[in-house]
């Protein structure tokens, strides 16, 4: 315990109380297995710091800080829980963020906000995005959109399903009618229930 500086690291202020465990056998082969309050020297961190760090910097560690917990490897931050609730989960590096629960939004292979190469599960649904932000599966409450780009997918929904392709929908199947194309004049339009098929604007063919 010491009010101002400690015994083995002057430039360590206080007050803090320490535990320390041995890591040599010479006098000053020691280092923090605990520490509560001004965590100046400790812990990776510098002035004016307060807060409680469990366990040696130099392995795994939990550091409580105002606002935060961290789960730590010998100063990478593995895993973090802040004062709004959000909890961030990071790669090796202790940088990239790989995964984070912020309120009402799960992201995993991302922080929040990520669009490329990530899921992202919130209330509006479940989004797997592919490489980059256009490429995707989407399902909602009303709808599963698979999308390779802004211009080619399908939706299937309880009214149907549209298959688009450089923009346009070229196939939908509802109410039992599957319709391919759109031109009026060269669209084939199949009626499930009488068998009818309409090419284009000049052929018929009547079903039964």
Same mark, same amino acid.
């Given at each position: 315990m010491y009010a101002d500086a400690a015994v083995n690291e002057s430039d360590h202020s206080g007050p803090t109380i320490?535990?320390?465990?041995?890591?040599?056998?010479?006098?000053?082969?020691?280092?923090?297995?605990?520490?509560?309050g001004n965590l100046d020297g400790h812990y990776g961190l510098g002035n004016d710091q307060p807060g409680v760090?469990?366990?040696?910097?130099?392995?795994e560690h939990m550091l409580i800080q105002s606002?935060?917990?961290?789960?730590?490897?010998?100063?990478?931050t593995k895993m973090e829980m802040n004062g709004d609730g959000d909890i961030k989960m990071y790669a090796d590096d202790g940088n990239a963020v790989m995964a984070q629960w912020?309120?009402?939004?799960?992201?995993?292979?991302? #922080?929040?906000? *990520?669009?490329?190469?990530?899921?992202?599960?919130?209330? $509006?649904? /479940?989004?797997?995005?592919? &490489?980059?932000?256009?490429?995707?599966?989407?399902?909602?409450?009303?709808v599963v959109t698979i999308q390779s780009s802004?211009?080619?997918?399908? #939706?299937?929904? *309880?009214?149907?399903?549209?298959?688009?392709?450089?923009? $346009?929908? /070229?196939?939908?199947?509802? &109410?039992k009618v599957i319709t391919?194309?759109?031109?009026?004049?060269?669209?084939?339009?199949?009626?499930?229930d009488s068998g009818d098929c309409d090419i284009g604007s000049k052929i018929t063919l009547a079903g039964g």
């Open positions: 320490v535990g320390n465990v041995r890591t040599g056998t010479t006098i000053g082969a020691y280092e923090p297995m605990w520490a509560i760090g469990i366990g040696k910097y130099s392995a606002g935060s917990i961290k789960f730590r490897d010998a100063g990478y912020e309120n009402t939004n799960l992201t995993l292979g991302g #922080a929040t906000g *990520a669009t490329t190469d990530c899921v992202v599960v919130s209330t $509006a649904g /479940v989004k797997v995005y592919g &490489s980059t932000s256009t490429n995707f599966v989407n399902i909602d409450s009303a802004a211009d080619d997918s399908v #939706a299937i929904s *309880a009214s149907g399903i549209t298959l688009r392709e450089a923009a $346009a929908n /070229v196939i939908t199947i509802a &109410s391919i194309g759109t031109n009026a004049n060269t669209k084939i339009v199949l009626d499930g």
